[in-house]
């Protein structure tokens, strides 16, 4: 079955750097999309990054532009996502999911499969 497994969450004060890792298996890694969304509490999952099969085109959100990178390596199956000058609103459990879809992904019901997410905490 299809397993995507997020690491390298944890506690960082603001302005602080962390990296997030998914590792997927049991399906054709280059084949699929990969995006990053987390949830904060309270609050809706959001987008937060994407990166197209290839990993030539990615996009972000407004609030991570600049700050936040995806990245793949297929011959892994891994995504990651490294995130810099964090701030205490960045805090949230972060999400890996894949789509079948082509092309960058912003919405979450166009993402097929999910992580159990790993939290980041941004202290101030």
């Known amino acids: 079955q299809v397993q995507l497994v997020e690491s390298g969450g944890g506690m960082v004060q603001a302005g602080g750097s962390l990296r997030l890792s998914c590792a997927a298996s049991?399906?054709?890694?280059?084949?699929?999309?990969m995006g990053w969304f987390r949830q904060a509490p309270g609050k809706e999952r959001e987008f937060v990054a994407t990166?197209?099969?290839?990993?030539?085109?990615?996009a972000y959100a407004a609030s991570v532009k600049g700050r936040f990178t995806i990245s793949r390596v297929n011959a892994k199956n891994t995504v990651d996502l490294y995130m810099n000058s964090l701030k205490p609103e960045d805090t949230a459990v972060y999400y890996c999911?894949?789509?079948?879809?082509?092309?960058?992904?912003?919405?979450?019901?166009?993402?097929?499969?999910w992580g159990q997410g790993t939290q980041v905490t941004v202290s101030s």
């Open positions: 049991g399906l054709t890694f280059s084949t699929y999309v």
């Open positions: 990166i197209t099969r290839s990993g030539a085109n990615t």
């Open positions: 999911a894949s789509s079948k879809l082509a092309g960058l992904q912003i919405r979450t019901m166009n993402y097929d499969y």
